[in-house]
């Protein structure tokens, strides 16, 4: 009895740190319904860590704004994208292609993978970056037709030397 008692004890404290619980579980503070009011349907999973439900969203990169805000493109559940911005913690880094960069210096598009907090909204911690497709290479215009000739200037040269000539003979009139 008391090895079984000690065993359920032992998981119960190893599987407390990462729960995982279901979207519809999480009970969203209202402060976070009054910023993001569908941010129940951009839910991903939920695990609980600490006895504190944190959500994974998904979302693109816009850009950074001061102080510590972040603009994003949240994916929903039904594929559609919504605009928000999101608190960061000060100083935080982002895991970039493998490089260690802040918010300010990651470029727009990366696709982000995070959890934010049930009570709150705002970037808890990331577990994911990885850059958006890059756009395809513009192809190179074909060259443009020589279409120019050197005809306009030789009439143009003629007009000039007609013009001069006419004002050379009435100036030697007077």
């Known amino acids: 009895m008391k090895k ?3 065993a359920s004890l032992l998981v119960s404290v190893f599987a407390a740190p990462a729960m995982a619980a279901d979207c519809s579980d999480v009970t ?11 941010v129940a349907n951009a839910c991903q999973e939920v695990i609980e860590k600490e006895g504190k439900k944190y959500v994974k969203l998904k979302a ?4 950074y704004r001061e102080p510590h805000k972040i603009q994003l493109e949240v994916l929903e559940q039904d594929g559609n994208k919504v605009s928000q911005t999101v608190s960061v913690k000060p100083g935080a880094t982002i895991n970039a292609g493998g ?3 802040g918010w300010d210096a990651l ?9 934010v907090p049930e009570d709150r909204f705002e970037v808890d911690e990331v577990i994911s ?15 443009l037709p020589k279409t120019a000739s050197w005809l306009p200037a030789l009439g143009l040269l003629g007009l000039v ?3 001069a000539g006419q004002l050379f ?3 030697r009139k007077q």
Do not use: I, K, M
């Open 129 to 143: 970056a990885t850059p958006a497709p890059a756009p395809a290479p513009e192809a190179e215009p074909a060259a």
């Open 107 to 115: 470029p727009r598009g990366y696709d982000l993978e995070f959890y």
């Open 28 to 38: 969203w503070h209202q402060d976070v319904l009054a910023q993001y009011p569908s």
């Open 4 to 6: 079984t008692l000690a």
């Open 99 to 101: 490089n260690q960069v």
């Open 60 to 63: 693109e990169f816009v850009r």
């Open 161 to 163: 030397l007609l013009g």
């Open 169 to 171: 003979g009435r100036r």
